[in-house]
């Protein structure tokens, strides 16, 4: 079983930066493809980032490509979301996802999630 926590969300104003930690724990990172989502209050979960297993292909969405920036440290079982020139549209839960296969952009790709980390843009 894997488990994910992230971290690192918070407030920030409209053309700055964060960057989202994701640990994960039961399997080592090198074994996982992981990918970042976000569900913002009533609209639908959105795929925002993807990375493969050995950190060497990734994949974004052209609502963010260019501003955003997944990696992964396979050493420290830690996967990265570097979040820069933030909109207000990027507010939203941001979350966390892994799977054993390879790049996916849809959520039913995923088997494994995080519990969810809020990331405030003010405008």
């Known amino acids: 079983q894997v488990q994910l926590v992230e971290s690192g969300g918070g407030l920030v104003q409209a053309g700055g930066s964060l960057r989202l930690s994701c640990a994960a724990s039961?399997?080592?990172?090198?074994?996982?493809?992981m990918g970042w989502f976000r569900q913002a209050p009533g609209k639908e979960r959105e795929f925002v980032a993807a990375?493969?297993?050995?950190?060497?292909?990734?994949y974004y969405p052209d609502s963010v490509r260019g501003r955003f920036a997944i990696s992964k440290a396979n050493a420290k079982n830690t996967v990265y979301l570097q979040m820069n020139s933030l909109k207000f549209e990027d507010t939203a839960i941001y979350y966390c996802?892994?799977?054993?296969?390879?790049?996916?952009?849809?959520?039913?790709?995923?088997?494994?999630w995080g519990q969810g980390n809020q990331v405030t843009v003010s405008s």
């Open positions: 996802a892994a799977n054993h296969y390879g790049l996916r952009n849809s959520a039913t790709g995923y088997e494994y």
């Open positions: 039961g399997r080592t990172c090198s074994d996982l493809a």
């Open positions: 990375i493969n297993r050995n950190g060497g292909s990734t």
